[in-house]
């Protein structure tokens, strides 16, 4: 680990941040436990089929909050994109266009659904899908897009749901990091064939596992809750529906999970003000430092930083980005080189590296991956301006001291 010169670290307590709970849910977690019904999923046609009360009431309060038509809550967000995918009844091999810098789930659930993910690029600013990059990646075989909001930004929608028109294309979001997130005052999932948002140990909100199908598609609800639960023993209640290889993954979440994230939904806009009040303290006190280049917000966005996101120059730096992440762990703050290694490399497709994922497609995941982005996980509740500015502290350190972090990156220090 290397130590700069300066005197002691900026930083040497704990980085705060966790879920924020409190008495609301408990008292949710002792009502369901009182009640004695931890579930009412049976997986035989009724309403039983459709979960308990407060299964119900979490998807109630959904469609309200984002004007949806149909909101489905699952055990994952993992589950809640494999139902939605399935939901979109294309045939097995179709093309989804997917791109490479996102968590694995996402192609993953595309691969579950027995379709064919195909990487495009992302935007060098917004580290997502747009017309531009996914435009040249199309086939006769495509059929959907599936859009990754990555670090709590949405992507911009509009051209890419203009290039789906034009090509008669179907449009799922991925929205797992980013609850409270909107474009132009929508939410993810409006306009498209649906979203999903998860409600994971880390996310703004959670309930430990789970996550929500939110669509204003009718059909993709009725498939998505078939899935959910047993849909091959009950699918003949349903005879509008082909049954052709609808299958029922057992998706389905408890009522303990759905009273949890129903009180945690709560407290979403206040947890989301909070990240945007700290992200915008340290997006002031970085942005004159050199060579670094904060979370750009794309006209009409609120971006809700799942986490804050800095491209990294080298040259003016004169080391490597991986120099500074070791450095600013040693003065406290934590961060990472990168998000994920580029999702084209995976084991799952073997060692053959096809050309259709060959690295060279991918310039600027490449980059981001190997030297540019590196990623601040601290816009969270509790932490407070104060730990923001000494982040901010941290990176001016090591600044200061970049003659230190050009000599890691030689391998001298």
């Not at 996914?134 to 749901?161: C, D, K, Y």
């Not at 959670?206 to 009718?218: A, M, N, P, R, S």
Request: aromatic letters at 6%; proline letters at 7%.
């Amino acid at each position: 680990m290397l130590a700069l010169r300066g005197g002691s670290p900026v930083r040497t307590a704990p980085f705060p941040g966790g879920p924020h709970i409190d008495e609301a849910e408990k008292r949710a977690v002792s009502e369901v436990l009182d009640s004695g019904v931890l579930s009412s999923f049976i997986g035989t046609p009724g309403e039983h089929h459709l979960g308990g009360p407060r299964v119900r009431a979490l998807e109630d309060q959904w469609m309200r909050l984002g004007g949806y038509a149909g909101v489905v809550a699952m055990n994952s967000a993992t589950a809640g994109l494999h139902a939605a995918l399935t939901g979109l009844r294309l045939e097995p091999g179709c093309e989804v266009i997917v791109p490479p810098y996102t968590m694995s789930a996402t192609i993953a659930a595309v691969v579950m659904a027995d379709l064919k993910p195909v990487f495009a690029d992302i935007d060098p600013d917004l580290f997502t899908l747009t017309r531009e990059t996914v435009e040249p990646r199309l086939t006769a075989n495509t059929r959907a897009i599936l859009v990754v909001h990555l670090f709590g930004q949405m992507a911009p929608m509009s051209g890419l749901q203009e290039l789906a028109r034009e090509r008669d294309l179907l449009v799922l979001e991925d929205a797992a990091q980013a609850p409270g997130a909107s474009q132009s005052g929508k939410w993810p999932g409006r306009g498209t064939k649906g979203a999903i948002f998860s409600f994971n140990q880390h996310k703004t909100i959670t309930c430990g596992e789970g996550g929500l199908l939110v669509t204003d598609d009718e059909s993709v609800v009725e498939v998505a809750r078939l899935v959910r639960n047993h849909a091959e023993s009950v699918v003949h209640a349903y005879p509008h529906i082909d049954p052709r290889g609808l299958v029922g993954w057992n998706y389905r979440p408890t009522e303990l999970d759905a009273a949890i994230a129903k009180t945690q939904t709560d407290k979403l806009e206040m947890l989301t003000e909070w990240r945007i009040g700290l992200a915008d303290r340290l997006r002031g006190r970085v942005a004159g430092i050199p060579g670094l280049t904060p979370p750009l917000v794309h006209d009409g966005n609120r971006h809700v930083y799942f986490t804050f996101a800095v491209r990294f120059d080298e040259e003016i730096w004169g080391c490597s980005r991986d120099a500074l992440v070791q450095a600013l762990a040693a003065e406290g703050v934590p961060c990472a080189a990168g998000y994920v290694p580029p999702l084209y490399g995976l084991p799952m497709f073997g060692s053959e590296q096809a050309a259709e994922r060959d690295p060279s497609n991918f310039p600027v995941c490449e980059t981001h991956a190997r030297k540019e982005l590196f990623t601040l996980p601290v816009c969270r509740w509790p932490a407070t301006d104060s730990d923001m500015d000494e982040v901010a502290d941290a990176i001016e350190k090591c600044w200061e001291h970049r003659v230190d972090l050009s000599a890691l990156s030689a391998g001298v220090a």
